[in-house]
């Protein structure tokens, strides 16, 4: 076989998905020797390790499923949680804008369920890593016990600790906030960026965004931009393709901010009033 054809086939120790009927999935990893156990039949490891993705399979009871490599949004949707985790709509966003990938250093807090920190794992690479801070032991034992199922556990450091205690780490690439009162730690992690580097928030209502604008102006934040994502399914038949009856709107409002040295306010005409120049440069 060549070499190239390898990455077409499941191997041991792989993330690998079933989906059967009305595409309902289970998600596991493949050890040799394990079964899984399903409603509709049971499915041994070892029929599937060294098969190609994509590949159609049966159960002992002759129940049909398909191997398929789950996508980052599929095992996010899976992970168990004890909170709200969020959104693969946002994630991707989120890590888009803060320009993260591969070989990237960046800090997370709070881990919450590890929906953040698993995507994280995945962007950064095998010469990246993640530190996530978290001051509940049930949710950071949760995250660590998902990355661990279904991400690079190797790639993360879990810290117990609230982040008004300071942050280990100097000179990260990016720091994501997922907390109650992200502005009372803006200062610990303006700290732990590097200058120039990318902060990214996620907040919930109107208020909390405007508490947090301000101590970003305090702190030297510049390149502020706050938006919300709204996300609209449709339905797949040819011959009545029309939207979903429900939709994914408001999750959260995203906030993103790059703290810089010696920041002075702008006098540039071409700026708006409030300071801000779109995304996409209008």
């Given at each position: 076989m060549k070499k190239a054809e390898a990455h077409f086939l499941a191997k041991e120790g792989d993330v690998a998905m079933l989906v059967g009927v009305k595409h309902k999935s289970h998600i596991f990893r493949l050890a040799s020797g394990k079964i899984l156990q399903t409603h509709r039949g049971e499915v041994r490891h070892d029929d599937l390790i060294g098969i190609p993705w994509g590949t159609t399979v049966k159960s002992h009871i002759e129940r049909t499923f398909h191997l398929l490599e789950p996508s980052i949004a599929e095992l996010i949707n899976e992970l168990p949680r004890r909170t709200q985790i969020l959104y693969p709509k946002d994630i991707g966003f989120i890590l888009l804008t803060m320009g993260l990938?591969?070989?990237?250093?960046?800090?997370?807090?709070?881990?919450?369920?590890?929906?953040?920190?698993?995507?994280?794992?995945?962007?950064?690479?095998?010469?990246?890593?993640?530190?996530?801070?978290?001051?509940?032991?049930?949710?950071?034992?949760?995250?660590?016990?998902?990355?661990?199922?279904?991400?690079?556990?190797?790639?993360?450091?879990?810290?117990?600790?609230?982040?008004?205690?300071?942050?280990?780490?100097?000179?990260?690439?990016?720091?994501?906030?997922?907390?109650?009162?992200?502005?009372?730690?803006?200062?610990?992690?303006?700290?732990?960026?590097?200058?120039?580097?990318?902060?990214?928030?996620?907040?919930?209502?109107?208020?909390?965004?405007?508490?947090?604008l301000l101590a970003l102006d305090q702190l030297q934040f510049a390149f502020v931009e706050v938006c919300e994502i709204m996300l609209r399914y449709y339905r797949t038949n040819p011959a009545r393709v029309r939207p979903t009856d429900r939709m994914v709107a408001h999750t959260g409002f995203l906030v993103f901010a790059r703290p810089m040295i010696d920041l002075e306010k702008s006098d540039d005409p071409e700026e708006d009033e409030e300071g801000n120049k779109p995304l996409d440069g209008g």
């Open positions: 990938g591969p070989g990237k250093l960046v800090g997370e807090a709070g881990s919450g369920s590890g929906a953040m920190t698993l995507a994280l794992t995945h962007t950064v690479g095998e010469s990246g890593h993640v530190y996530s801070y978290d001051s509940h032991p049930d949710s950071l034992d949760l995250a660590e016990k998902n990355t661990i199922r279904f991400g690079y556990p190797e790639r993360v450091t879990f810290k117990l600790r609230y982040l008004q205690e300071g942050v280990d780490e100097h000179n990260l690439d990016g720091f994501f906030l997922d907390v109650p009162a992200p502005e009372m730690v803006l200062e610990q992690v303006r700290l732990a960026l590097k200058p120039g580097g990318s902060f990214a928030c996620i907040v919930p209502t109107f208020n909390q965004v405007s508490v947090l």
